[in-house]
């Protein structure tokens, strides 16, 4: 069973940024490409940004390109999200997951607590 743990949202204002964790546990951490989902009120849960174990392959939704950053660290476990230039519509919970080989779809059936990001106009 793997247990994941956001944490880092808050209330910002637009143009602001936030930096995103996500702790994992109780696998092989390493072993998978991870991905930041996010669900806002009323919509379903879409990916956000997704990388590979190594770090070298990256995927980003076109609504986040050149604004946010996935990194990770595999010796603490620990998946990142840096958020730049945050709109009103990146409000949301975050959550993190590990990711299947198309980079879109969540690989587990448990998610963590997500953490709440909320962006003023």
């Known amino acids: 069973q793997v247990q994941l743990v956001e944490s880092g949202g808050g209330l910002v204002q637009a143009g602001g940024s936030l930096r995103l964790s996500c702790a994992a546990s109780?696998?092989?951490?390493?072993?998978?490409?991870m991905g930041w989902f996010r669900q806002a009120p009323g919509k379903e849960r879409e990916i956000v940004a997704a990388?590979?174990?190594?770090?070298?392959?990256?995927y980003y939704a076109d609504s986040v390109k050149g604004r946010f950053t996935i990194s990770r660290d595999n010796a603490k476990n620990t998946v990142y999200l840096q958020m730049n230039n945050l709109k009103p519509e990146d409000t949301a919970v975050y959550y993190c997951?590990?990711?299947?080989?198309?980079?879109?779809?969540?690989?587990?059936?448990?998610w963590g607590q997500g953490t709440q990001v909320t962006v003023s106009s």
């Open positions: 997951n590990a990711v299947r080989s198309d980079y879109t779809t969540s690989l587990f059936d448990s």
């Open positions: 109780g696998r092989t951490f390493s072993m998978y490409s």
């Open positions: 990388n590979s174990w190594s770090g070298d392959r990256t």
